[in-house]
RNA sequence: GCCCCCGUAGCUCAGGGGAUAGAGCAUCCGCCUUCUAAGCGGGUGGUCGCAGGUUCGAAUCCUGCCGGGGGCGCCA
């Protein structure tokens, strides 16, 4: 707020000096205002002359002294005095008390601050993890679903309208499908005793034999009489609701909800396939050869063109994604958002060109890709999981470090990295685990506030004398509160969920460096009043920007001693 | 061969046109009569993979190369 302050200070003198005739340019540049590294440079710094100096045919620093020189008066009420410095950068040293301001107007809009307008009238659809219904999730949905969601959050507190939407690939064709359920049919007629045996390219892992087990339990024993094609298809029908119920179970474990579980077999059943197919020869952007039917992706950057229906006459799964993506923008969403694991980032290319090929505009369809993840248990790679065979399951990583944790480290990096999950610091409760340092500055919050009241000090009002925060620490912290709307943005506009875990260690180091300097209770009345109301508005800022994260901001946090 | 991601402190990584490059861990030295020491302060530690280019200014943008990971199915 201070910072879109100054620069609508700075655009104000911007627009003063041209009407005089003291700068002349056409456009103002996306300059920036940020705190600089270096306390000598002021409070807030800008950049703006550096970037008009061309436009203006003048030097950067005699631009940006008559920027300053046409700032508004009203900027007087907070800023000491502007200096120019360096290649031209306008340096702004802010009075003393500034600070108090930002933590009334924090303290004052309450669970609203950090909201931003930015967008504001547009509906966002946002499919994650949309993992394959036949096994557990995996440590790599655990990312997909962990940074998909946090996005969620974040665009919505940037008013955009979300929904997220889970895509089953549940195509009654696919061989998937037909595989998994021939290897639970296996493991249910072992488990009769008949002899069966798996499938070749069938799912071995424990889960299958549990999936069985259930069948049995709520189905008797005679499910595998009959005709075999029914047999079959009843197995891919049964199997593939329980496994996704485990999903869903696992997810809302994880603190994720979706809006809407979206069916690949619905679209074929309403004929939508076929529709999009048709649709794409009409617009000459699908062709028969070999026997086969492709797009022509080629034509809007692709590598090559891909099959959409087979020689045999089966759609491909490109075929029913980029019907399904089709359905999404005709439900009326202004942006489109999927997130992929790295395995697909060849498929980005296609799926932008079927959309350019049905019409549509292909950059409101964001497609996020994020890296591996690797999981360690101290410096051994963890590789194999008991109950899922060839995969670690998010199950088992949430029961051995919790929710929280694992949320907090998914987002610890960005999506654009690998990511190393070390499950002995997770579940470390020490200095070493960022999770709990961030969780502890809040209970520390808690702590102080539950002293006051023991002590029958009350919660100081907002006319409370706030200008005397004027301690470095009190200072710094309120600059990191101040920053908030402003990282919610970022986080939004660059894709970057994992931005927000950093501030929150940012905001956690400021307070504990506040706490460990400035006393709370029982200094000085007045000041005591203010720095209650700061560690109140902290606290606001903490345990917003951890829910944005989905993790719990814990009130209190006892140590537990080991010997 | 082509495509995507990464290469920054001993380790794990932020920063992705702006001033003297940051954090955590590790390591060394300090700080608990007083709101939780799961905390704080300080020290050590860097040719930002290499070479060109663009720019007033490059770790950041462009090109090439090197190294690591992933992907290149009428699988999903």
């Known amino acids: 707020m201070i910072r879109q302050q100054i620069a609508d200070w700075i655009t104000t003198a ?36 550096m970037l008009l100096a061309k436009q203006a045919r003048r030097n950067p620093r005699e631009v940006a002294d008559i920027v300053r020189q046409h700032l508004p008066e009203a900027c007087a009420e907070w800023v000491d005095r502007v200096e120019v410095a360096g290649a031209g950068f306008l340096n702004f040293f802010l009075k003393a008390g500034w600070a108090g301001a930002i933590v009334r107007t924090i303290l004052q809009q309450g669970k609203q601050y950090g909201n931003t307008q930015l967008g504001t009238g547009q509906r966002v659809l946002i499919e994650f993890v949309s993992a394959n219904p036949t096994g557990p999730l995996s440590l790599g949905h655990g990312r997909n679903a962990a940074v998909g969601d946090t996005l969620a959050r974040i665009m919505q507190a940037n008013g955009y309208q979300v929904e997220r939407e889970f895509y089953i690939n549940d195509g009654e064709n696919s061989t998937q499908i037909r595989n998994f359920a021939l290897s639970v049919l296996a493991r ?8 069966a045996e798996m499938p070749e390219d069938g799912y071995f892992g424990e889960y299958v034999k549990e999936i069985a087990q259930t069948i049995r339990q709520t189905h008797g024993d005679t499910l595998a009489q009959g005709e075999p094609e029914t047999i079959v298809r009843q197995f891919e029908q049964i199997a593939k609701s329980l496994m996704l119920a485990e999903q869903e179970r696992d997810l809302r474990d994880f603190g994720i909800v979706f809006d809407r579980w979206y069916s690949e077999q619905s679209l074929y059943d309403a004929g939508a396939v076929q529709a999009t197919l048709d649709h794409l020869r009409q617009r000459g952007y699908a062709y028969e050869s070999e026997g ?18 087979r020689a045999n006459g089966m759609p491909t799964y490109l075929a029913a994604d980029v019907a399904y993506h089709r359905d999404k923008f005709e439900r009326g969403y202004d942006l489109l958002t999927d997130l992929w694991g790295a395995d697909h980032h060849g498929y980005v290319a296609r799926m932008k060109a079927a959309m350019s090929a049905l019409g549509y505009d292909p950059n409101r369809l964001v497609i996020l890709i994020y890296q591996l993840v690797n999981l360690y248990r101290g410096t051994e790679l963890v590789r194999m999981s008991k109950r899922a065979g060839n995969l670690i399951t998010l199950r088992e990583v949430i029961d051995e470090i919790g929710t929280d944790a694992l949320r907090f480290f998914y987002l610890l990096r960005s999506h654009d990295s690998t990511l190393d999950i070390d499950l002995e610091l997770a579940k470390e409760q020490s200095e070493k685990n960022p999770v709990f340092y961030v969780q502890y500055a809040h209970a520390r919050i808690c702590s102080i506030e539950r002293t006051a009241q023991e002590r029958g000090v009350p919660m100081p009002t907002l006319e409370t004398d706030l200008t005397v925060l004027t301690h470095p620490e009190e200072v710094a912290l309120i600059k990191r509160l101040a920053d908030f709307p402003e990282e919610v943005a970022l986080c939004a506009k660059h894709y970057a969920p994992h931005r927000l875990t950093a501030y929150a260690l940012d905001v956690a180091r400021a307070f504990h460096g506040f706490y460990t300097e400035c006393r709370v209770l029982g200094s000085e009345p007045t000041l005591q009043s203010a720095r209650l109301l700061l560690t109140r508005a902290t606290r606001q800022v903490l345990t917003r920007t951890l829910s ?9 946090m006892e140590r537990v001693e080991d010997e």
């Open 14 to 49: 911007l627009r003063t000096a041209q009407a005089e005739g003291a700068l002349s340019f056409e456009t103002v540049p996306d300059f920036e205002v940020e705190p600089p590294r270096h306390a000598e440079h002021g409070d807030y710094a800008s950049n703006v002359a």
């Open 292 to 309: 086969a039917l492709w797009l022509r992706s080629s034509a809007f950057g692709d590598e090559k063109d891909r099959v959409l229906v």
């Open 548 to 556: 944005l994260l989905g993790v719990s901001a814990p009130e209190r």
């Open 188 to 195: 249910y007629r072992q488990l009769l005793g008949e002899p």
